[in-house]
DNA sequence: AATTATTTTGCAAGCGCTTTAACTAGTTCC
DNA sequence: GGAACTAGTTAAAGCGCTTGCAAAATAATT
């Protein structure tokens, strides 16, 4: 590792005091521009790069906003994490923030484990994601004062802190009523168990809009499975679509699923979306590559992410601030699985 | 923010100096069990954390591991950069350090943020990845001292440095010979522009293997575009299925190229495997949904990048061990879009 | 019991920067 | 001409930890 200038060598050279040095470094008003200049020109031509270790050590910030990520089974990576974690690092990097990515160990607590991310001041901030209906962190976070956002929000909190969210509420009742106006009476629901909000909220959105609609004719069968379980996933699957009066219009909870529904479908002979229609939520990569294309909600996962990350900085910046509380409309993006009720076999 | 304790709270609480405490908790074999184990319950019971920047200014070691993730069209982010991301997050966790993400501009240059990345101190080692055949930051690397690995490598310097490539030579020889003896005579190359490595060795895998065949029937096509550009990939993908004498077997030097090219394939009326085989390479979660699914090669990513952090703590641990180079052999996937040749056409 | 070896602990000097409070010049004002 | 300002700069005290070296305490040796 080559000797690195600090920047006592900077001020030496330039005759001035650390202090001026670092003032003028970061553009205090009142070191004079002309100083300024001097120092930003010698510290050029010396290949000066402050050391941001130091920087954090005595300002008290670090420069970097955390992000805690679960280790699961293995390949069962989040689908848009990538998109994500990519849009997270561009928000904060336009304003000199770089992201952590802590791994919370499989055997570990997360709680713990954001406990000791904060307590050993290794981040200015963090940003929590796949919110539980319950989640502890929250309550965590605000307890320790610590700047934070929460990707998804608490199912009966939404006060107290900043949140950015999907609207997936909406989102499944306007699916619903697309498939109603197509004629379809006979509803499912292909959930998971976990105690998620998105999922509350989703299903909630179902609910309500089939209740509003009142009609006698309508049926909802509603199947959940656990979502790291490939066989729960299977059995779930061929519950939702077993006997005579399985449902004709489906909602999945997410496109994963929706995906092996579809391949279910057809595996069993029946035509999506003759047969079946299908609407899943999330739009991943792989919604446009089957066959039909899957008909979903575009979660608009990188904008969300951009949003998140100017929201913390604006946080971490005034962290007594009003709470800045974001509701995202997913759009539908309306491929070929939905389609007209079938006509009901004599 | 609650008042975190300090390791002098600590050591004043214990009736020890810091020094002690500090060796105590770092389990230095000099302090003597039992002081040990009464530190390390003193601390549990006032919940007392190191705080991580202060050790890193004291020892000169951050805990984090640096990535750069260069910033290019929204929403291009790279396909398994999840699982990249995720696998690195994991295996550098297993030993306490965190992966940064810094963001490289768009109008930056990705050596300069490199360069100031490791000058500021803020990594004790970089990942770097998408190695091109000419990469200057190998050598900015080298010439900085600092630790690193890469993934790929140079394409004419694989000494001197540690890395990890998956073997694309190998595979599209494999591939080639795969198609070869499926009775395909007329082959096609769907490449891409940029200089990188990946794409040199796999494209000499490929001609390597074509050329030592021989047979005299034998026809290339290459046709290569710029990656990013929508409207140059399918003016590519259009030209390399252009007129009567169109390849029946492509390999595609990617697997976002072979599905674009089965989709074109399959609107202009021709059938995959029957008339065309293709096969990609990455085995990204799409090739599994597409219809047939996309014969490919998986490039394990997940077990590429558990490898690489492996390898880059062990190079921060002993900065002058040797150089450790891995060339992991991608699996061939077999789906539906390989077949035998078609008949030629009377 | 005196001496030496060994184990345990502490002093103090940083790591490279920020920041409070104070200090020095140069102006202005009456 | 000295008080009262203003602008520009600096001394010095940390931030919370690590670590080389030395001291103190204890054990072993003769």
Known sequence: MTKTRTLSDLARHLGLSPATVSRALAQHEQIAVKTRARVA????????VPNRTAQALASGRTGFAGFLLPMRGRGLADPFLGEFVSAL?????????????????????????????????????????????????????????????AHGRLAHDEEGYSWLDTDGEVAFAQAFDLLYQAGHRRFGLLSIDDPLTFR???????????????????????????????QARAKAVAGILAGPDRPTAILAIADGLALELIA???????????????????????????????????????DSA?????????????????????????????????????????
């Open 41 to 48: 020109q010698a510290a050029k031509d010396l290949g000066y």
């Open 89 to 149: 690092t561009e928000g904060f990097g336009a304003k000199g923030v770089e992201l952590l990515l802590s791994a919370v160990p499989r055997d570990g607590s997360e709680d713990r484990h954001l406990e000791s991310l904060i307590t050993s001041g290794r981040v200015d901030g963090v940003v929590v994601s796949r919110i539980e209906c319950n989640d502890t962190r929250i309550a965590l976070l605000l307890s320790r004062g610590v700047p934070f956002v």
């Open 200 to 230: 509350e909220k989703r299903e909630a959105g179902l609910r309500k809009a089939y209740d509003a609609n009142g009609d006698p004719a309508l049926t909802l069968r509603h199947v959940s499975c656990s979502r790291y379980d490939a």
């Open 264 to 302: 279910q479908a057809q595996s069993q002979g029946l035509s999506v979306p003759d047969d079946l229609s299908i609407i899943g939520f999330d739009n991943i990569p792989s919604a446009a590559h089957v066959t039909p294309g899957l008909t979903t909600f575009d979660a608009c996962i990188a």
């Open 306 to 346: 951009t949003q998140l990350a100017e929201m913390l900085l604006a946080r971490i910046k005034a962290p007594s601030s009003p709470h800045d509380q974001r509701l995202v409309r997913p759009q539908l993006v309306l491929r070929g699985t939905h389609g007209v009720a079938p006509q009901r076999a004599a």
